[in-house]
C-alpha cells in the first residue's frame, strides 16, 4: 500500500479539497421547535493538512464531520468534495468512529474487506490490500480474531485499517482516542502521526473532532475552535510545530494555553449574560443547567483551596485532576453561576462565599449552597415560591418543565430540571418525589 | 456465509481423513434428508387416497405420526421466518407501512391461535380442492399464526435498535440495503429472533396438535399425526395410546430441542453486540461443536457457504437514483394525509362489513352476554396466573440462587413450557369425571398447565443473575424471613417475573379456546367462559359467532396487555431494573 500512495510531501500543494460554505444545521424538536445545531459555519480544508475541531460537547463538530461523511444533510449552505456538491457518502472520504464500529461477528480481515465490497474491488484484490491495511497499521496475526478478543487499541486499529484500506484522500476521525485508556491512546496517536510524516498513509488529509486540547495541539496543523448553542466556529488556531511534538516544550505550553484562553471566553461572556438574565424579575429562565453532581462541585472548590490556593490556571486545573475539558468546563461554569467561583482569561478564582464554603462543616455548606441556588439559579427560585404558595405545597413536575419547554427544546428542560432536582435535594430547598413525579417541601430543613 | 464459522483456522487445509464427529454429523444430515423426502412425498397425494389409510392407534404408527406433525413445525417455522424478514424489514423502512403493520401485529398477537384455522382452512381446502394439500396448508398455518408476530416483533425491535455507530458505518461505505440487510440488521437480530422463535415452540406444539383433527361446520379434517392420534384416542378412550402419544412427543421434543434449537441459540451468540466478555456461560450445543469440529462437515457445508455468501453479495447492476423533485414529493405531508385517509377509509369499510355480518344472526344482548364470558375467562386468567405466581415464584427464587440446582431444573422448566399439554387434559377429563368435580373450577387449571412454567424459568433466570454483592450485603445485615423477600428477593427478580407471566397470560388465553371444552368418549365436560363460546361455535360452523368471541377476546386481551402488563412493565424496568 505505501506504493499506491504518492510521497506526502508530493501532494502538499494547499489545493482545497473540501469546501464548507455557510453551513446550518438545525433539528426538529417537537411539532413547531428546531434544535440550531450549526449556524453558519465555512471552513476549507486542504491537501496536506491535519485540522482539528474542538469544541465541547453540544457545539455540533460531532454534526459538521457527519455532514461531511454524508451521513447528513445540512438545512443550510453548501459543502463541495473535489469541485463537486456533496451529497451522501462519498468517494474518497472514510470515517473512523469514537466506538470503533466494529461488526462483531466479523473477523478482523472480514472486517476491513468488508469496506471494498460496494468499490466492486474482485475478491483476489480485496484479500491483498487487506492485508496490506492490517499489516500498516499493526495488526499482523489478528487477521482471523474477533473484535470481542482484541482489546480497545486494537479495535481502533481495526477501525483505521478499514478506513485506510479504501485508499481515501480525507480520513474523518470522530473523537477516536476518547474510549480508549490514556497510554494506549497516547501510543496509536503516535503511530498515526509518524505514519503520516512518512507519508505511509495513502492520504491527503485528515479532519479530527475532538474535545481533547492537548491531543488536537499534539497532532493537528490548524485547530478550529468551536463555540457552542448554536455550534459555530469561534477561533483558529495555527499550529507550526515540528513533529514529534513534545508535550513539555514551552512553545507546545503556550498554545495549549492560550486554546484554554479563547476556549474559556465564551463561558465568561455566557455566564455574564446569564448573571444580567437572572437579575432579569421573571427572566433568566433560559439557561441550560449541566447536571453536574455536588460532589464533583465541592471536590473542585477543595482542590482549588487546599492545592491551588484559591486560583488555578485551567490547564493546570484539568491536569492535576486528569480531567478533560468536557468535565472540567460544566464545574467550573455551574460555581461561577453560583457565585462560587469566577473565570477569567483561563484562570479560576474562589469567590469569598467560595472560601466560606470550603471552609464550612457539612450543614453550613448546604445552607450557602442552597442561599446561592435560590438568588442565582431562577427556576430552582420558582419553584421553591411556587411551593411556598400553594397550600399544599405541592406541585407537579410539568408545572415547571412546560413553562422551561417555552424558552427551550424539551431535552435540555429535562436535564435542566434534574440538575435543579438535584441541587435542590442537596441544599433540602424541596424535594422531589421520583414515583408521583412532583416538588413538594415535605423533608427540608 | 464465510466467516461466520467461529473460527476459520478449521478451515485450514490438512487432516482430510474423516473423523468419528464426521460419521455422526454425516449419519445426521443424510437421515434428515430422508426424513423430509419421506414425508413430503406422503404429503402432496389426493385426498381420497388419504381418507383410505384410517388412523391407527397401534403405537407403532407413532413414530409415522411424530414425523408428519415434526414436518408440519418445521414448514411453519420457515414461513414463519419469511414472513418475519418481510413484514419486520417493511415495517422499519417505511415509516407509513410502520404506522399500519405495528398495531396490525399486536392485534393478530391478541386474536385466539385457535380461530385462525377456524376462518382459514375452507380457503385452504378450496384452493387445493380434493386434495390433502390444502389441509396441510391449514395446518401449517396454525404453526406459523402460533409464532411469527413473536418473531416479527421481535425482528422489528432488533432493527430499531441497530446500533447507531454500525449503521453509520454501513451507511459511510455505501453497502446498499441488501448487504447492509445481511450484514447487519440480519445479523444483530438473529440472538433475539432465534430466542423468540424458541419460545413460540411451546405455543406451536400446541395448536399444530390441535389442528390435525378440526371441524369446522360441516367441514372435518384428520391429518395423520400425533395430534390426530390423541383425538381418536379420546374417541376411543384409549388411555394406553394417550400415554404412548405423550411419550413419543417428549422424545420428538427433546429431539427438536437437541438437533434444532440448541444448536442455532448457541450459533447465535456470535451475534451479540456487547463487545465485552458476557456474563455466565454462553450456550452449548453439542450438535454444534460437532459439525464445528467435523472437517468433513465443513467441506459439505462449504458449497452452501460459497451459494449464501455470493447471494449476500448480489448487487442490484443499476444505481437507482430517484429525481428529488420525486423523493420531496414522496416525503411530503400531503402523501401522509392521503395515506392515512385511505387506511381509515379501509378499516371503517372492514369495521362496516364485520359489523353487518355479524348482525345478520345476533343483537346487542348476545355482545353483552359475551362481554360477560370474556370476564369469566378473565378470572380465571387472572386467578389460576396469581394461583401459579404463588407457587413457582419461590420454588424460582430458590433453586435460582443455587447455581447448580438451577443449571438443572432450568432446562427441565423450558422443556415442560414446550411440551404441548393438551396432550395431558385427556387425563384431567378422566380424574375430573371420577371424582365428580366441577367443571367450571377444575378445567381451570388446564388453561395454565402449560404456560406456568414460563413464571418459573423467568423467576430462575432472575434469580440467577441476581447481584452477588446485594446478596452478601442483605446477609450482613441478618435480613432475614419475610423482610428479605419483600426488600431483596422480591423486587430483584420483578422485571423477570413480568416478563414470564405477560407470556403466560397471552398462553393462557389462548389455551382457553381449547381447555375450557374437554372431552372423553362420549363425555364432554364444559366450563363457562369466552374460550368455550369461541370453541363451540367453531365446530358448529356458526361464523358470526366465531367473529364475535373472537373479536371480543382480542379486544380483552390488548387492554389487558395496555392496562394491566405494560405498565407493570414500565414500572418494573424503570424503577426495579438491576443495572
Known sequence: MPAAAAPREAHKTGEVLLDIDKVRQAYPRGPSNTLLVLDGVSLKLKSGEIVGLLGRSGSGKS??????????????????????????????????????????????????????????????????????????????????????????????RVGFARALVVHPELLLMDEPFSALDVLTAETLRTDLIELWTEGKLPLRSILIVTHNIEEAVLMCDRVIIFAANPGRIAAEVKIDLKHPRNRDDPAFRALVDDIYVRMTKPLEAAARAAQQAASAAHGGMGIILPDVSTNDLAGLMETLSGDFDGKADLPELADDLSMEVDELFPLAETLQLFGLAEIASGDIRLTESGRRFVESDVDQRKRIFGEQLLARVPIAALIRRVLDERPSHRAPYRRFSEELEDVMSEDAADETLSAVITWGRYAEVFAYDEQSQAFSLENPE | MAGRQPSLAILRPGRLVPSIWDVVV?????????????????????????????????????????????????????????????????????????????????????????????????????????NVIGAELASVFEVFTAQAWNMTFSFYQSLKTVPRDLSDVSDSMRLGGWRRFW???????????????????????????????????????????????VALAILQKNLGAIGWAILVMLVVILIYDQLLFRPLVAWSEKFRVELSAASGLPPQSWLLNF???????????????????????????????TP?????????????????????????????????????????????????????????VLILIGLASLIW??????????????????PVAQFLAAFPNNLFFPVAVVTIVYFHGLPDIWLSPLIILGTQWYILFNVIAGATAFPNDLLEAAASFKLKGWAWWRKVALPGIFPYYITGAITASGGAWNASTVAE???????????????????????????????????????????????????????????????
Open chain 1, 63 to 156: 454534526s459538521l464531520l457527519r455532514i461531511i461523511a454524508g451521513l447528513a444533510r445540512p438545512v443550510d449552505g453548501k459543502v463541495t468534495w473535489r469541485g463537486r456538491p456533496l451529497v451522501g457518502p462519498s468517494d474518497g472520504i472514510a470515517m473512523v468512529f469514537q466506538s470503533f464500529a466494529l461488526f462483531p461477528w466479523l473477523t478482523v480481515l472480514e472486517n476491513v474487506e468488508i469496506g471494498l465490497e460496494p468499490l466492486g474491488v474482485p475478491a483476489a484484490e480485496r484479500r491483498t490490500r487487506s492485508l496490506e491495511a492490517i499489516d500498516l497499521i499493526g495488526l499482523d496475526g489478528f487477521e482471523n480474531a474477533y473484535p470481542k478478543e482484541l482489546s480497545g487499541g486494537m479495535r481502533q
Open chain 2, 183 to 229: 450484514t447487519l440488521e440480519a445479523p444483530f437480530a438473529a440472538p433475539g429472533l432465534i430466542w423468540n422463535a424458541m419460545m413460540s415452540m411451546s405455543g406451536a406444539w400446541f395448536f399444530v396438535v390441535a389442528s390435525e383433527a378440526i371441524s369446522v361446520g360441516k367441514t372435518s379434517i384428520t391429518l395423520p399425526g400425533v395430534g390426530s392420534y
Open chain 2, 393 to 410: 415464584v419461590p420454588v424460582g427464587i430458590w433453586v435460582g440462587l443455587r447455581p447448580k440446582w438451577a443449571e438443572r431444573v432450568q
Open chain 2, 517 to 579: 371444552v374437554v372431552s372423553w368418549g362420549k363425555t364432554r365436560l364444559e366450563a363457562h367462559g369466552l374460550g368455550a363460546y369461541i370453541y363451540n361455535a367453531s365446530v358448529k360452523g356458526d361464523m358470526q359467532r366465531v367473529v364475535l368471541g373472537v373479536a371480543v377476546m382480542s379486544a380483552f386481551v390488548v387492554l389487558l396487555n395496555r392496562l394491566v402488563w405494560r405498565r407493570l412493565f414500565d414500572f418494573a424496568s424503570r424503577r426495579l431494573a438491576l443495572n
Open chain 2, 291 to 321: 459439525i464445528q469440529r467435523a472437517r468433513l462437515a465443513q467441506t459439505i457445508f462449504k458449497p452452501l457457504q460459497i451459494l449464501a455468501d455470493r447471494a449476500v453479495r448480489l448487487r442490484s447492476p443499476v444505481a437507482v437514483s
Open chain 2, 26 to 130: 454425516f449419519g445426521l444430515v443424510i437421515g434428515v434428508l430422508a426424513m423430509i423426502a419421506f414425508g413430503g412425498h406422503e404429503t402432496v397425494q389426493p385426498l381420497a387416497v388419504a381418507n383410505r389409510r384410517p388412523l391407527s392407534l397401534d403405537p407403532v404408527n407413532l413414530p409415522y405420526y411424530a414425523l408428519r406433525t415434526t414436518l408440519r413445525m418445521l414448514l411453519g417455522l420457515i414461513f414463519s421466518f419469511i414472513f418475519t424478514f418481510g413484514y419486520g424489514a417493511l415495517a422499519q423502512k417505511s415509516r407509513r407501512a410502520e404506522m399500519v403493520l405495528i398495531p396490525a401485529l399486536d392485534i393478530l398477537q391478541s386474536v385466539p391461535v385457535m380461530s385462525f384455522a377456524t376462518f382459514t382452512l375452507a380457503f385452504f381446502l378450496n384452493l387445493f380442492p380434493g
Open chain 2, 324 to 380: 428529488r423533485v420525486v423523493s420531496e414529493v414522496w416525503a411530503s405531508r400531503w402523501v401522509d394525509y392521503l395515506w392515512i385517509s385511505v387506511i381509515v377509509l379501509a378499516s371503517i369499510s372492514a369495521a362496516w362489513f364485520g359489523i353487518g355480518f355479524v348482525r345478520t344472526e345476533l343483537g346487542p344482548s348476545d355482545v353483552v352476554a359475551t362481554v360477560g364470558l370474556g370476564f369469566i375467562t378473565l378470572a380465571r
